[in-house]
């Protein structure tokens, strides 16, 4: 068990960019969150899976953003025509529910932070 | 929908001496969980302690201890004998669990910055 991982965990891109990140939960989870953090800010949540469905999806995940996590393992998060305002870290949380059951604790990976220039 | 707010950007405590983060939140939901998560810095958050609506007892893991007041909305985060380790920030998030969703997404606070000096 290496936690979950993001790649990468730095990108700096001009405005107007597509870029794309990647997460690696830990491999029993099956469930599967994407946030984001602005400097000095809790974290939002953005949308997030149960195997390769997706459940839910927050006002904040624009036209632009699309997530993916095609066969129910690794993630990606895809920014189209990135803004000033996409500048954020990103992180990625699993967690593992059990039939029947509550998913209490996510794991969080480092995240990766983006800077639109 | 549901709010946290955490009312202390920064807090400031000396090893081995007590501190205590605020957090009160607002929801009509009965049934929902709420938890700490620290974030120290440059490194990944992580779960602290976590706390069920339904149970009235109060949470403890170690040297961390939670005072849940249900009707007043309040969940506040003891920290007991403070260690150069427990700098990080501090948020607490609030979780509804939605039938046939058994947890869903995390609602955060803004976040408590903790230091802790020798």
């Known amino acids: 068990d290496t936690g979950v991982s993001q790649d990468p965990r730095h990108k700096i891109t001009k405005r107007g960019q597509n870029v794309t990140f990647r997460c690696d939960p830990i491999?029993?989870?099956?469930?599967l969150y994407w946030y984001r953090q602005t400097l000095g800010q809790g974290p939002e949540f953005l949308t997030y899976?149960?195997?390769?469905?997706?459940?839910?999806k927050s006002r904040l995940l624009s036209d632009r953003f699309s997530a993916e996590r095609p066969k129910g393992s690794f993630s990606t998060l895809e920014i189209q025509r990135t803004e000033q305002g996409d500048s954020a870290m990103y992180l990625c949380?699993?967690?593992?529910?059990?039939?029947?059951?509550?998913?209490?604790?996510?794991?969080f990976g480092p995240g990766t932070r983006l800077t639109v220039t | 929908a549901q709010t946290v707010t955490q009312s202390q950007p920064e807090m400031s405590v000396q090893e081995a001496e007590t501190v205590t983060l605020s957090c009160t939140y607002d929801?009509?939901?009965?049934?929902?969980?709420l938890f700490w998560y620290k974030q120290p810095p440059s490194r990944q958050m992580i779960l602290v302690i976590r706390?069920?609506?339904?149970?009235?007892q109060n949470a403890t893991e170690n040297r961390f201890s939670v005072n849940f007041q249900k009707a007043a909305k309040s969940f506040s985060l003891k920290i007991s004998d403070s260690q150069l380790g427990d700098t990080a920030m501090y948020f607490c998030a609030f979780m509804k669990p939605v039938h046939n969703q058994a947890g869903t997404a995390l609602i955060f606070g803004k976040g408590t910055t903790l230091s802790v000096s020798s």
């Open positions: 899976f149960q195997n390769e469905a997706q459940l839910e």
């Open positions: 491999s029993e989870h099956n469930r």
């Open positions: 949380a699993s967690s593992l529910r059990l039939a029947g059951g509550i998913s209490y604790e996510q794991y």
């Open positions: 706390q069920e609506a339904y149970k009235q």
């Open positions: 929801t009509s939901e009965s049934n929902y969980y």
